[in-house]
C-alpha cells in the first residue's frame, strides 16, 4: 500500500522552530516531486514549499527565508525546517506526492497522494 506518513507537528511559542518529516511507504521518493500544503483553520490548503526529484525548492513568499525543504533519499523522507514561526503559520501540514519528477503543481488534489497531515500551532 501506497503512503505517505507527516510526523513533527506540535505547540511552539511564536519565533521557535519545528522540523515536519514525510516518510513514504511502499514507494521509493526518489523521483517523486513532494508538495508542502498548510491550510488554516476555516481556509483552503495552499503549497508553502515543493521539491523536485532533482532537489530545486520554491517557497510560498511568506515562508521565504524561514523554511527550508529538503530530501534524504536514503531514508526516503523529505523534511521540512519552520524556523522563525509565526501564529499565522497554524494550520495542518499535508505532504503530497506526485511522479512528475520535475513540475510542482499548484493544487493539492492536482498531485498522486497524500498524508493525514500534521498540526502545527503557533501560539504563546
Known amino acids: 500500500q501506497l503512503q505517505l506518513v507527516e510526523s513533527g507537528g506540535g505547540l511552539v511559542k511564536p519565533g521557535g522552530s519545528l522540523r515536519l518529516s514525510c516518510a513514504a511507504s511502499?514507494?521509493?521518493?526518489?523521483?517523486?516531486?513532494i508538495g508542502w500544503f498548510r491550510q488554516a483553520p476555516g481556509k483552503e490548503a495552499e503549497q508553502v514549499s515543493c521539491?523536485?526529484?532533482?532537489?530545486?525548492?520554491i517557497y510560498e513568499d511568506s515562508v521565504k527565508g524561514r523554511f527550508t525543504t529538503s530530501r534524504d533519499n536514503a531514508k526516503n523522507i523529505v523534511n521540512l525546517q519552520l524556523n522563525s514561526l509565526k501564529p499565522e503559520d497554524t494550520g495542518v501540514y499535508y505532504c503530497?506526492?506526485?511522479?512528475?519528477?520535475?513540475?510542482?503543481?499548484?493544487?493539492?488534489?492536482?498531485?498522486?497522494?497524500w498524508g493525514q497531515g500534521a498540526q502545527v500551532t503557533v501560539s504563546s
Open positions: 503530497a506526492a506526485i511522479a512528475s519528477g520535475y513540475v510542482c503543481y499548484e493544487k493539492m488534489n492536482e498531485y498522486d497522494l
Open positions: 511502499g514507494f521509493n521518493l526518489d523521483n517523486y516531486v
Open positions: 521539491i523536485t526529484s532533482r532537489g530545486m525548492t
